[in-house]
């Protein structure tokens, strides 16, 4: 049997190359050929794997109208972004949808896009795009703490891979970074060089995300032996503009924190922003560590100590998960967790005042800059 197959020429010249090629290219059946560019469980990976790659290079491309039909299934992954979010996204979605592509292309699938403005047209997108064969399935991005996508999905029977941990995360399939312990560490490294009050700026409590830094900064303090004090805590935050005003509140206190654990680079870069107004030293007036990687964090001055996901590396993973359930229905629940790499940068540092000695020089810098709201 042939193992490698020339592109052929007629994928040049515009003309169709069908499944009666490819069986004879291969010298397989045109079953055996149509099953392994389906998914179907008979055919062993190896084969479907050298039909795949025959298929590419030939130029096949299905007729997905009637494969649907066929088949039941449109082999596209479906992903719906709400452009309410307050990031629409941002940093990671560049990244994400490559690796997401990159997933779908190798098996032969596709990768379904729409925006939404909101949560209800969501829904009814993503119902439309399943009734009409447009996709056979969804990622689930920016996973909600009680998200209404997984309600639906399940209601509606559709398959779906969630990136983040929901609140009822152990009946679904995940993938996800173990953004707790990346918190945990964060409190013992700055533990470990002398902070003993270290603050936390959380992000808003819909996002799943937000509850699990949380938890992972309050259990980092514990194994510290340092005390949890809520008034460290400022929560429910989703701008650099309210990190700024959060950093203002937590340094104007008479016992501030000389470090502050963010749950996510935007938010620090609120605290960068008041620091830098009234002439705070980042690194040692002040410590500050987040979580993300963003290319902004690189551009930080100092740079920002932070947390990194390979978020092309998620989205592919992702796209191997789904396509692997819609093949198998039947299969386990899909759970994969990874860590995040701690990105080390100048913002973190020994403490150079005790909190006491810190409060004396906030009350200093901020007589001098009373012009800072």
Known sequence: MKTDVKPDRRSRDNARVTITDLSQALNLTKGTVSRALNGYPDISETTRVRVIRAAQAMGYRPLSQAQAIKTGRSCSLGLVIELSEHDAHRPFLAEFLAGLTQAASKEGWTLTIATSECEGDTLGIMRDLVHNR???????????????????????????????????????????????????????????????????????????????????????????????????????????????KATRQLLSTNHPPTAILCATDMLARGVYDFANSIGLKIGSDLSVVGYDGSPEARAMWPRLATFSVDNRKAGAALGEMFIARVRNMDAPLQQELIAAEFCPGGSVGA???????????????????????
Request: hydrophobic share 40%; with cysteine.
């Open 134 to 244: 447009k996709a056979d399935g969804f990622i689930l991005p920016r996973v909600l703490w009680n998200d209404r996508r997984i309600a639906f999905l399940e209601r509606e029977n559709t398959p779906y891979i969630c990136y983040g941990r929901a609140n009822n995360h152990q009946n679904t399939s995940y993938f996800d970074a173990r953004s707790e312990s990346s918190m945990s560490e964060a409190v013992a490294m700055l533990a470990g060089l002398g902070h003993k009050r270290i603050a936390y700026i959380g992000s808003a409590s819909h996002y799943a995300y937000s509850h699990l830094r949380r938890d992972g900064y309050r259990a980092g303090l514990q194994s510290a032996g340092l005390d949890i004090d809520p008034a460290l805590m400022i929560e429910e935050l989703l701008c650099p503009e309210e990190a700024a």
């Open 351 to 373: 403490p150079a005042k005790t909190p006491d000695a810190l409060a004396q020089h906030m009350s200093r810098l901020l007589a001098d800059h009373m012009s800072f709201d």
